[in-house]
């Protein structure tokens, strides 16, 4: 059982915050083929955070939804790894047609790379050490009674 479409779209904006913005720190320095001041490209690399934030709490109803022509209502876990594809083609296709002005222009490479990595972080921490502090957190949508 999967916690409920608060808990998961907590859960998402919980590992974007902590996840996604340490593993960003670390890795915007040797991003290939990003030009320009550090400094700047580590606002920038933020902000795309921020979309993959605003995006993820719409692809989570949309995830909600398809989950419940599922007998379970829920997805296997392999299935929250491979959403990265979707989700970062649209990601993708939105920051190319400059419809998330916000952004500056990232390089494909740069931009591949660092959302695949922050994903998989993620989706690692999510399935592995996460379990453990909040064992509640996989029952009952965690509640405690």
Sequence with gaps: MVPTLFGRIQTRLFLLATVGVVVTLLIVPVLPGS????????????????????????WELIYHFLMQFRWE?????????????????????????GAVDFIDPVPPAAFWTHFTVVWVCMWLVANGPMRVPFIRWRFRGGRVL
Excluded: M, Q
């Design 73 to 97: 209502k829920d997805w296997p876990t392999l299935f929250g790894l491979l959403t990265l594809v979707p989700e970062g083609l649209l990601l993708y296709f939105l920051l190319r047609s």
């Design 35 to 58: 030009s320009g001041a550090l400094g700047a490209r580590y606002a920038n690399a933020l902000l795309v955070l921020l979309a993959v934030a605003v995006l993820g709490i719409v």
